[in-house]
T-cell receptor, first 112, second 114 residues
Framework: AQTVTQSQPEMSVQEAETVTLSCTYDTSENNYYLFWYKQPPSRQMILVIRQEAYKQQNATENRFSVNFQKAAKSFSLKISDSQLGDTAMYFC?????????FGAGTILRVKS | NAGVTQTPKFRILKIGQSMTLQCTQDMNHNYMYWYRQDPGMGLKLIYYSVGAGITDKGEVPNGYNVSRSTTEDFPLRLELAAPSQTSVYFCASSHGLAGGPEQYFGPGTRLTVT
């Protein structure tokens, strides 16, 4: 069974600074995907970034990037130049086949 | 494209009542899912479907039923509502194996059972 652990229940960062959210996962599969989803106060789940496990290069999407350490089963999200609109719950998820397993989430608060 | 739509947005039920949460997607996705999110928690899979006429249980299926008569629609039925079913319910869809397992979510339904 796949499990996803987010060890930081809450984090805060000053506007324009950089923050890193941690995620570890456990899977016995070889071909899997990893995702970060953002859930702002509107509750809408928004896909932030995805990483294919077979790719060594870390995924980036504008101010969002990941540090994927396959051997350590670690998948952290770095948010650069934090903005007030980044305030949200962030969920890490692993996917194999047709299912996703979600972590418990990290609340990120960006302060002005 | 509207993506994944859910109705209603909010609902209050009395204990023992029944209701159906509606979910529709217009992306021609084969895979559809229902999750519940309890306060301060992650998402737990209730049921999923890999195509019309095919459904299967997820992690927390008790107290719920689903059907999938068309590719677009995947309603979730609550029978005999209980306070433990107070939660936010999300429907999601994905291409599936060929297109990657990332899922696209509806806006959610906040359900309160009193």
């Amino acid at each position: 069974a796949q499990t996803v652990t987010q060890s930081q229940p809450e984090m805060s960062v000053q506007e324009a600074e950089t923050v890193t959210l941690s995620c570890t996962y456990d899977t016995s599969e070889n071909n899997y995907y990893l995702f970060w989803y953002k859930q702002p106060p509107s509750r809408q789940m928004i896909l932030v970034i995805r990483q294919e496990a077979y790719k060594q290069q870390n995924a980036t999407e504008n101010r969002f990037s990941v540090n994927f350490q396959k051997a350590a089963k670690s998948f952290s999200l770095k948010i650069s130049d934090s903005q007030l609109g980044d305030t949200a719950m962030y969920f890490c998820a692993s996917g194999y086949g047709n299912k996703l397993v979600f972590g418990a989430g990290t609340i990120l608060r960006v302060k002005s | 494209n509207a993506g994944v739509t859910q109705t209603p947005k909010f609902r209050i039920l009395k204990i023992g009542q029944s209701m159906t949460l509606q979910c529709t997607q217009d992306m021609n996705h084969n895979y559809m899912y229902w999750y519940r999110q309890d306060p301060g928690m992650g998402l737990k899979l209730i049921y999923y479907s890999v195509g019309a006429g095919i459904t299967d249980k997820g992690e927390v299926p008790n107290g719920y039923n689903v059907s999938r008569s068309t590719t677009e629609d995947f309603p979730l039925r609550l029978e005999l509502a209980a306070p433990s079913q107070t939660s936010v319910y999300f429907c999601a869809s994905s291409h599936g194996l060929a297109g990657g397992p990332e899922q696209y979510f509806g806006p959610g339904t906040r359900l309160t059972v009193t």
